[in-house]
């Protein structure tokens, strides 16, 4: 297989990390992500990694907690993550780095560009965590920000789900699934696969977005070498 991308950005949800048990990380899932992140990385990918936080924590417990504190600790969870996923990354013999969008130095590096973009071009993996590192905001949009700021050519979201569907395929198993689809038909139909945020961000710096499944973590070397294993989201 030959890469169609040479610098991706990898969303990975939190749930990904948790496995059959459902909440916390599970390490052999971890290392069976991190294990197509080597393979990618020796055929010439450089990666970058998003993480999200779902699998500790999913925004407020009830309608009453203040929903900035409430996010705060959304990010903390993503530093959880993200240190989780540097670990199984140096375990199958990756240099790592992790950069936090709230300054936390003593676990992480802050996040810096310029930083970022230079681990990169020296082979290294990088970590974000924190998502934007303000309130109010996705990891996804985290996600669609980092991939603009470090010149990824594509972003992958890797879910529990094989790609984007007219509705949920899990209530709906006449559900259509999309192999191509538009940031406008995003966001003109509210299809729930990414925040509209960061719909929004995506279509107006021309990102590509591919959502594909990671039950099969082999997916994420499929994707980035261009193969049909989920949907891709574009200005068409």
């Given at each position: 297989m030959d890469l169609k991308y040479k610098r991706i950005l990898l969303k990975l949800s939190g749930e990904s990390l948790a496995g059959e048990?459902?909440?916390?990380i599970d390490f052999d899932t971890v290392l069976a992500i991190c294990k197509p992140i080597k393979k990618l990385?020796?055929?010439g990918c450089e990666v970058a990694i998003v993480v999200g936080g779902g699998n500790f924590w999913r925004g407020r417990s009830s309608g009453d907690m203040d929903r900035t504190r409430a996010d705060?600790?959304?990010m903390l969870a993503t530093v959880i993550n993200a240190l989780g996923v540097a670990d199984g990354l140096e375990q199958v013999g990756l240099t790592v780095r992790v950069q936090t969008a709230l300054a936390m130095?003593?676990?992480a590096?802050?996040?810096i560009r310029n930083r970022a973009v230079r681990h990169l071009e020296k082979g290294r993996v990088v970590v974000f965590g924190c998502?934007?590192?303000n309130p109010f905001f996705s990891t996804d949009t985290?996600?669609?920000l980092r991939g603009a700021e470090i010149d990824?050519?594509?972003i992958l979201k890797a879910t529990m789900v094989d790609g984007v569907y007219d509705s949920d395929p899990k209530k709906n198993p006449n559900a259509k699934r999309f192999d191509r689809i538009t940031y406008m038909d995003i966001l003109n139909q509210n299809l729930q696969v990414m925040d509209m945020t960061a719909a929004s961000f995506c279509k107006d710096r021309g990102i590509p977005f591919l959502v594909f499944s990671i039950e099969d973590p082999e997916n994420i070397v499929r994707a980035a070498c261009g193969e049909d294993v989920g949907t891709v989201i574009s200005n068409g």
């Amino acid at each position: 297989m030959d890469l169609k991308y040479k610098r991706i950005l990898l969303k990975l949800s939190g749930e990904s990390l948790a496995g059959e048990q459902g909440h916390g990380i599970d390490f052999d899932t971890v290392l069976a992500i991190c294990k197509p992140i080597k393979k990618l990385h020796d055929m010439g990918c450089e990666v970058a990694i998003v993480v999200g936080g779902g699998n500790f924590w999913r925004g407020r417990s009830s309608g009453d907690m203040d929903r900035t504190r409430a996010d705060h600790m959304g990010m903390l969870a993503t530093v959880i993550n993200a240190l989780g996923v540097a670990d199984g990354l140096e375990q199958v013999g990756l240099t790592v780095r992790v950069q936090t969008a709230l300054a936390m130095q003593e676990v992480a590096e802050p996040y810096i560009r310029n930083r970022a973009v230079r681990h990169l071009e020296k082979g290294r993996v990088v970590v974000f965590g924190c998502g934007t590192g303000n309130p109010f905001f996705s990891t996804d949009t985290g996600a669609a920000l980092r991939g603009a700021e470090i010149d990824a050519d594509v972003i992958l979201k890797a879910t529990m789900v094989d790609g984007v569907y007219d509705s949920d395929p899990k209530k709906n198993p006449n559900a259509k699934r999309f192999d191509r689809i538009t940031y406008m038909d995003i966001l003109n139909q509210n299809l729930q696969v990414m925040d509209m945020t960061a719909a929004s961000f995506c279509k107006d710096r021309g990102i590509p977005f591919l959502v594909f499944s990671i039950e099969d973590p082999e997916n994420i070397v499929r994707a980035a070498c261009g193969e049909d294993v989920g949907t891709v989201i574009s200005n068409g």
